[in-house]
């Protein structure tokens, strides 16, 4: 219990001998310039903080919890180990809210609880710590993890190992599987920073990966991989040595993970797999650069490193034929992931394709999808693979059949047009999202007899977001095979987009037609798509209209103002004449946006008389339109086509009938004024 008669302070209200701040200069810091919660030596303060943590109203203990480095910098190092820290750990049966800020704030103590030459007493933190990564919450343990963790951090070699390591050899060994869940998760971050006989210690806690609990091995298996990388990046070649703890321990445990009963256990088992074909990588290439160790053979390396391989595909070749649908989702969600590990090992792509492959005829529409998303990675692996049909026995082909390869792409791109026909609208909309980015890697004549037919199928698709997400991605194919062959078999499809129903579809495709204008040229795009651009102007939706103006704006910048003065501005300006003052409105906010994307020049010759001629409109609505148009671009202009141009036409508004042209010609008159005094 905390003591709070604290005579020190009673009768001064402050600590005694203000200011008494402590020698270390880190402690000093922290006491003066935390961030969070800024620590106030003052006794009322700590003596308040310290009630509300027993208090009975729970926001005044969580923002007590909150405040511990106030109370520890006025209780000083010493109480704060004797009185706070015993005072922590009686309460760990307090709610949740208020665990969590202390596990927290614990990990803000470390300079708080003292030290001298010959003891660090950070360690003295894990206490209260290691109670905390015992409770059921699994936010507080997360926390109470982040705080060990720092606290571990502090320490030198030898208490990081005796009290560190030794904490989590306690908490794996616990009865209640909550603390074995929060052990299983500071393994891997323990590892690398302990000796060797430590080293086969903390593996013998792997063990416990082997748990009774599903919670735990959930846990075990989630973290196995970070550990698997940990002891490459530590250990190097030795780790897969004949009795290394990779070959043993660790791929035992992959190995009985992966064939546990509940699902959310094998869940996991393609990303250890990832972090196990990363880990035979990394050891490959620290001896290619360092061969130091095992002989100095890199040749036996490599080879260990295959057989270790020869265990682990199989492993996630059944995760494709898993019977829940979550791991095989799981699995094709990350195989990009796979074939970029196992890349660089001889011979893996001819077990991986076809098992990626299987994950595209997958009973289960979602996770087709997600093997389609991951299409355009798994291509992009620069290995070679036998074509569809060749070598299905499994037999080993010889050196003579090597020719028969063909790329991960050429292979792949054979399943595409299954694909054009799924039932599932998702997946197609994810084929059609990728699909075209096979082209760079086919080259022209695979791409126009393999890849162009199936994407003119999607192009005629009949969902909508199908046909949207393939015209959106043939930039790649566009530049493979040139735009003329895919001309006249996007405009169909872009004419039915731009009158879909839904709003959100047309406001997809108008904000891809500068894309499709650099994509198609000018000539087709001024014969096609030009006046359906400018006929978004009056589309009954706002948002389309707003839309409609910004993309005049996008077109100007990118074809330039030559191109816009020719060809956009006369097809505005003929909708300024249309009976409907929306549509009128609605074209001077293009042409101003247009203006501010052309030169100076071309703004006051072309744009600037027509947007003024508009402030003559009958309708109030485009009046202040254009005032509030004038307020935009009159800025780009000089000083003498702002007092003989823009002026004389404010003045007429100012003095307009109606109040809201005169507010607004009013509002752009001063701002204008304050821009073209500060130019003096």
Same mark, same amino acid.
């Given at each position: 219990?905390?003591?709070?008669d604290?005579?020190s302070?009673?009768?001064?209200?402050?600590?005694?001998?203000?200011?008494?701040?402590p020698?270390?200069p880190?402690?000093?810091? !922290?006491?003066?310039?935390?961030?969070?919660?800024?620590?106030?030596?003052?006794?009322?303060?700590?003596?308040?903080? !310290?009630?509300?943590?027993?208090?009975?109203?729970?926001?005044?203990r969580?923002?007590?919890?909150?405040?511990? &480095?106030?109370?520890?910098?006025a209780?000083g190092?010493?109480?704060?180990?004797?009185?706070?820290?015993?005072?922590?750990?009686?309460?760990?049966?307090?709610e949740?809210?208020v665990?969590?800020?202390?596990?927290?704030s614990?990990?803000d103590?470390?300079p708080?609880?003292?030290s001298?030459?010959?003891?660090?007493?950070?360690?003295s933190?894990l206490?209260?710590?290691?109670? $905390?990564?015992?409770?059921?919450?699994? &936010?507080?343990?997360?926390?109470?993890?982040?705080?060990?963790?720092?606290?571990?951090?502090?320490?030198?070699?030898?208490e990081?190992?005796?009290?560190?390591v030794?904490?989590?050899g306690r $908490?794996v &060994?616990?009865?209640w599987?909550?603390?074995?869940?929060?052990?299983?998760?500071?393994?891997p971050v323990?590892?690398?920073?302990?000796?060797?006989?430590?080293?086969?210690?903390?593996?013998?806690?792997?063990?416990?990966f082997?748990?009774d609990?599903p919670?735990?091995r959930?846990?075990?298996?989630?973290?196995?991989?970070?550990?698997?990388?940990t002891?490459?990046?530590?250990?190097?070649?030795?780790?897969i040595?004949?009795?290394?703890?990779?070959?043993? &321990?660790? #791929?035992?445990?992959?190995?009985?993970?992966?064939?546990?009963?509940?699902?959310?256990v094998?869940?996991?088992t393609t990303?250890?797999?990832?972090?196990?074909?990363n880990?035979? /990588?990394?050891?490959?290439?620290k001896?290619?650069?360092?061969?130091?160790?095992?002989?100095n053979?890199?040749?036996?390396i490599?080879?260990?490193?295959?057989?270790l391989?020869?265990?682990?595909?199989?492993?996630?070749?059944?995760?494709?034929?898993?019977r829940?649908?979550?791991?095989?989702?799981?699995?094709?969600?990350?195989?990009?992931?796979?074939?970029?590990?196992?890349?660089?090992?001889?011979?893996?792509?001819?077990?991986l394709?076809?098992?990626?492959?299987?994950l595209?005829?997958d009973?289960?529409?979602?996770?087709r999808?997600?093997?389609?998303?991951?299409?355009?990675?798994v291509?992009?692996?620069?290995?070679?693979?036998f074509?569809?049909?060749?070598?299905?026995d499994?037999?080993d082909c010889?050196?003579?059949?090597?020719?028969?390869?063909?790329s991960?792409?050429?292979?792949?791109?054979?399943?595409?047009?299954?694909?054009?026909?799924?039932?599932?609208?998702?997946?197609?909309?994810?084929?059609?999202m990728?699909a075209?980015? =096979?082209?760079?890697l086919?080259?022209?004549?695979?791409?126009?007899?393999?890849?162009l037919?199936?994407?003119?199928l999607?192009?005629?698709?009949?969902?909508?977001e199908v046909? #949207?997400?393939?015209?959106?991605?043939?930039?790649?194919?566009?530049?493979?095979?040139?735009?003329?062959?895919?001309?006249?078999?996007?405009?169909?499809?872009i004419?039915?987009?731009?009158?879909?129903?839904k709003?959100?579809?047309?406001?997809?495709?108008?904000?891809?037609?500068?894309?499709l204008?650099?994509?198609l040229?000018?000539?087709?795009?001024?014969?096609? $798509? $030009?006046?359906?651009?400018?006929g978004? #102007?009056g589309?009954?939706i706002?948002?389309?209209?707003?839309?409609?103006?910004?993309n005049?704006?996008?077109?100007?910048?990118?074809?330039?103002?030559?191109?816009?003065?020719?060809?956009?501005?006369?097809?505005?300006?003929?909708?300024?004449?249309?009976p409907?003052?929306?549509?009128?409105m609605?074209a001077?906010?293009?042409?101003?946006?247009?203006? /501010?994307?052309?030169?100076?020049?071309?703004?006051? =010759?072309?744009?600037?008389?027509v947007l003024?001629e508009?402030a003559c409109d009958?309708?109030?609505?485009?009046r202040?339109?254009?005032?509030k148009?004038?307020?935009?671009?009159?800025?780009?202009?000089?000083?003498?086509?702002?007092?003989?141009?823009?002026?004389?036409?404010?003045?007429?508004?100012?003095?307009?009938?109606?109040?809201?042209?005169?507010?607004?010609?009013?509002k752009?008159?001063?701002e204008l004024?304050?821009?073209?005094?500060?130019?003096?």
């Amino acid at each position: 219990m905390i003591d709070t008669d604290m005579p020190s302070i009673a009768e001064t209200g402050t600590i005694v001998g203000t200011p008494k701040l402590p020698t270390d200069p880190v402690v000093r810091d !922290i006491m003066m310039e935390d961030i969070t919660t800024p620590i106030i030596i003052d006794g009322e303060e700590a003596l308040r903080q !310290i009630e509300h943590l027993r208090s009975d109203d729970l926001s005044l203990r969580i923002s007590a919890a909150r405040k511990l &480095t106030t109370i520890s910098a006025a209780l000083g190092p010493d109480r704060t180990r004797e009185e706070l820290l015993p005072f922590l750990s009686d309460g760990v049966d307090d709610e949740d809210e208020v665990l969590v800020a202390i596990a927290a704030s614990l990990g803000d103590l470390i300079p708080l609880v003292g030290s001298t030459a010959e003891k660090n007493y950070g360690a003295s933190l894990l206490g209260p710590l290691e109670l $905390l990564l015992a409770v059921e919450e699994n &936010t507080v343990r997360e926390m109470a993890a982040e705080s060990a963790i720092k606290v571990a951090n502090s320490l030198n070699d030898n208490e990081y190992c005796t009290e560190f390591v030794g904490m989590i050899g306690r $908490l794996v &060994t616990k009865e209640w599987f909550t603390a074995r869940i929060a052990g299983c998760g500071l393994i891997p971050v323990a590892f690398e920073k302990m000796d060797d006989d430590l080293r086969v210690r903390q593996l013998i806690f792997e063990v416990h990966f082997i748990d009774d609990a599903p919670m735990v091995r959930r846990i075990a298996s989630r973290n196995l991989g970070s550990l698997v990388c940990t002891v490459a990046e530590t250990m190097g070649s030795s780790s897969i040595a004949e009795n290394g703890p990779i070959s043993t &321990t660790l #791929l035992d445990l992959l190995e009985y993970l992966a064939g546990d009963q509940p699902d959310s256990v094998r869940l996991h088992t393609t990303e250890n797999c990832v972090c196990f074909g990363n880990a035979m /990588t990394v050891i490959q290439n620290k001896a290619a650069s360092d061969q130091t160790s095992m002989g100095n053979d890199e040749e036996l390396i490599t080879i260990r490193s295959n057989a270790l391989v020869k265990r682990i595909l199989p492993l996630v070749v059944a995760t494709i034929d898993d019977r829940s649908w979550r791991v095989r989702w799981t699995a094709a969600s990350k195989f990009a992931s796979v074939v970029k590990a196992f890349s660089s090992i001889n011979n893996t792509m001819d077990a991986l394709v076809p098992a990626y492959e299987k994950l595209l005829q997958d009973p289960e529409a979602e996770v087709r999808t997600s093997a389609a998303l991951n299409l355009a990675e798994v291509a992009k692996v620069g290995s070679k693979v036998f074509p569809v049909g060749f070598n299905e026995d499994g037999m080993d082909c010889g050196d003579d059949n090597q020719n028969n390869r063909v790329s991960i792409a050429e292979r792949l791109v054979q399943r595409v047009m299954a694909l054009t026909e799924d039932d599932s609208e998702n997946v197609r909309a994810a084929l059609a999202m990728v699909a075209t980015e =096979l082209a760079p890697l086919l080259g022209k004549d695979i791409t126009i007899s393999h890849l162009l037919p199936p994407m003119l199928l999607l192009l005629r698709d009949s969902t909508s977001e199908v046909r #949207l997400n393939i015209i959106s991605s043939l930039t790649m194919l566009s530049d493979v095979i040139g735009e003329e062959l895919l001309s006249e078999s996007l405009l169909p499809a872009i004419l039915d987009l731009a009158q879909d129903g839904k709003w959100r579809i047309r406001m997809a495709v108008i904000e891809r037609m500068p894309l499709l204008a650099k994509q198609l040229g000018k000539d087709f795009f001024n014969d096609k $798509l $030009l006046e359906l651009c400018v006929g978004w #102007l009056g589309d009954d939706i706002s948002s389309i209209r707003e839309a409609a103006a910004k993309n005049l704006k996008d077109l100007t910048a990118l074809l330039g103002p030559k191109w816009s003065i020719q060809y956009l501005l006369p097809r505005v300006k003929s909708v300024m004449e249309h009976p409907s003052y929306l549509r009128r409105m609605n074209a001077v906010q293009g042409l101003v946006k247009m203006a /501010t994307a052309m030169d100076v020049n071309s703004a006051q =010759l072309e744009v600037l008389p027509v947007l003024l001629e508009m402030a003559c409109d009958t309708v109030p609505n485009v009046r202040f339109n254009v005032a509030k148009g004038l307020g935009i671009v009159g800025p780009l202009f000089k000083k003498t086509v702002y007092e003989s141009q823009i002026t004389p036409v404010l003045g007429l508004l100012i003095d307009d009938p109606d109040r809201d042209v005169r507010y607004f010609a009013s509002k752009t008159s001063d701002e204008l004024k304050i821009v073209f005094e500060d130019d003096q």
